[in-house]
């Protein structure tokens, strides 16, 4: 079988489960889950075992590092899995949920019901927990989901894939509720975005290589692509809050999407705050790249090029330029953002209203770190990731943003003529 | 120039009015919208000589019939446009409410606020009148707009624009919020749709020949396209109320995306319900086409063929089928359905349940007619459309769905470490 055919095979078997999933009651769905956390710590050597041939692989094709810490699966690991499989059966079924309701003069009576998107296909990359994360939440949702991991994570992504069906069948669900692309080919992901009519979603987590080979999708994408975050501190700051935000928003996890890139300091007070800033940012293994009043003030400064002002980093790197005005911080923002994150600080009620208003990012922040930007953070109880998008869904997304929604209508014989 | 470089350049003009159009106020867009109403009924004679010019070339090109019906402005038509218009001005803002709101355990305050989605293209055929409903609608809703008719509507859409251009000078706003394509030339929607970066969203309101046109697009689509609604007549159904229903949501309209096309009877009552409703359908010229019970009970009905339980008549014919239970109902309509509108008829509790819960349409009725599928008749006080779409907007649109959201959030210094 080719893989343009096997592929849209194994999307038809999601397909056909999603129905059956929709109508799931709650009670069954956590009893997959129960049923799931139980199985993967039974099976903690099996999955260990899987990913050690996954580990062996990787390093004798030279891989180290990064690629291989993000690979890696140990005993605490695994706990992690499960117990965050334990973590959605507490979350609230959103299923049948009434959004709003109403009832007109004639008397029909409108409610705006939660129900799941259909099926959902997941793209990520390395981290084999995603293949248990991503179908705990698409599938308490009520959600078919098509899992599709990278070619580095197979073995351990197969054998987590096997117990998720194994779940599903001992809650009396369709197994091919959670379909896995077991093909590592990346022609799979090009068949993928070309059948709108058998996937409604996909959500990608990965980088520009995957952002690339997903161009032109005719299915919908949920991705969580750039985030190039600013702090934007005020002259009317409390500076020892700004320091202690700035730190937070550059050190506390540099390789994370809604970690500060580019700070912006305001002219009036940027020669008290900037030095104390940078000797702190410095101990902590920060690189300043600053324009030129920067340079002037900050003598580890190196100076930033262009470039550098549309760089995310997401190292121990910080741009930094000093502003003249409220009005310029939000410019610079809106040119060089990308509308996941930015912060202002400042005690100026005005000032933090002009920014909340006119800073059109998915989080806007006044007083506090971008950090924040996080399922967890917001109180989600889950994390099923952060959306770059503007439609559907926007920033930190929990349960509620893996359903949509119909409208049930009650009537009495109401006609309209 | 090409029209590649003229239609970008066209975009580009609407991207760059979209921040400043995000920020407008109320008073600023309503302001907008009570000169355009008044600037519409000033200029009638401008308008119907341009619509003359339209109509003449459409005689002359050979267009009859209800083409030339969509076209044509009247005294009539371009006073319910300036009212309509008004009503727009009456509706509440939405940018700026707040969704929702709750307080983080770290004293973090998150506010979800509606803010608008940017800029919104509106793609449509013949009837002039959609260049005043669009535009009213989505720059109330904050957004800016394209507004690209078609070529058979073009001297009365430009003279319509230019009235828009000045209402919006006369409020303060940038007449490019409003940015009409006046290129008549289909290669601009090919244009339009690979350029994600200058466009949010496009709503198409169009035929086949659109959605064909805009198969493959890079930009997000809430698109309107196929309608094809059931009622299913319970055993348990109240008879008289359900000829009612069926009478209306066949004949009230049958030209529109929510009236019904294929009608599903439970065999008991068949016998006892059809005959009379088909006696009071034949009156109304409504040509009936059965399967092979149902053409032995009805006497006018001729069989009817695979493809007709699967075609949008859109016409004054209806496909009628007996079934022997609820869960065929629902297989029926899952296989045929275009999941925009369907309805039971029944006074069973329980089978109206089962009906709301698995039917996976938009709008799903109990003992309603389908008809009701329409923003003006939910309550949202306009027509912006009505979603095929499942993300986003699903269903009859108000102005929130021209909407998205951001989030803001207020500290006091919090940091994640």
Chains 1, 2 share one sequence.
């Not at 109508?23 to 129960?34: H, M, P, S, Y």
């Not at 705006?112 to 084999?128: D, F, N």
Request: charged share 25%.
């Amino acid at each position: 079988m080719n893989i343009e055919a096997e592929t849209i095979a194994a999307l038809e078997r999601a397909r056909a489960a999603a129905p059956r999933m929709a109508l799931a009651t709650t009670a069954q769905k956590n009893d997959f889950l129960a049923q799931l956390a139980s199985s993967i710590r039974k099976s903690q050597a099996a999955i260990l075992d899987a990913n050690a041939a996954d580990l062996k692989r990787a390093r004798d094709s030279g891989r180290t590092g990064a690629f291989v810490e993000r690979l890696t699966l140990d005993a605490k690991r695994v706990e992690a899995m499960a117990a965050g499989v334990e973590q959605v059966a507490q979350l609230a079924d959103p299923v049948g949920t009434v959004i709003e309701k109403w009832e007109r003069p004639n008397g029909l009576r409108i409610e705006k019901v939660r129900v799941p998107i259909g099926v959902i296909a997941i793209i990520y990359e390395s981290r084999p927990n995603v293949t248990v994360d991503a179908a705990a939440l698409t599938l308490k949702a009520g959600n078919a989901v098509v899992l599709r991991g990278g070619s580095e994570a197979l073995n351990s992504n197969a054998c987590l894939a096997a117990l998720i069906a194994r779940a599903l069948r001992h809650a009396q669900l369709d197994a091919n509720a959670a379909t896995f692309i077991g093909n590592p080919d990346r022609e799979t992901i090009q068949v993928m975005k070309r059948h709108p009519e058998l996937i409604e979603l996909i959500i990608p987590r990965g980088g520009k290589a995957l952002k690339n080979a997903l161009a032109g999708s005719a299915v919908p994408l949920l991705p969580h692509f750039d985030g190039l975050c600013h702090t934007y501190v005020d002259r009317a700051a409390d500076l020892k809050m700004a320091e202690a935000i700035c730190v937070d928003a550059k050190c506390s996890r540099p390789s994370v999407c809604n970690s500060m890139e580019n700070l912006l300091v305001h002219s009036a007070i940027a020669k008290e705050f900037l030095p104390p800033l940078a000797a702190r940012l410095t101990a902590a293994g920060v690189e300043i790249r600053g324009d030129e009043r920067v340079c002037k003030i900050v003598a580890d400064a190196r100076p930033a090029t262009d470039e550098d002002w549309d760089t995310e980093y997401l190292d121990l790197i910080l741009s930094v330029k000093i502003v003249d005005s409220l009005d310029e911080a939000i410019a610079f923002i809106e040119r060089h953002g990308s509308r996941l994150a930015d912060a202002i600080v400042t005690d100026d009620a005005a000032t933090a209203a002009r920014f909340e208003r006119e800073v059109d990012s998915a989080t806007v922040y006044v007083n506090a770190s971008t950090r924040f930007t996080d399922g967890f953070e917001f109180g989600f109880g889950a994390e099923t990731g952060i959306s770059t998008n503007r439609l559907h869904a926007r920033g930190p997304m929990g349960l509620n943003e893996l359903t949509t929604y119909k409208y049930v209508i009650r009537g009495s014989g109401q006609v309209r003529v």
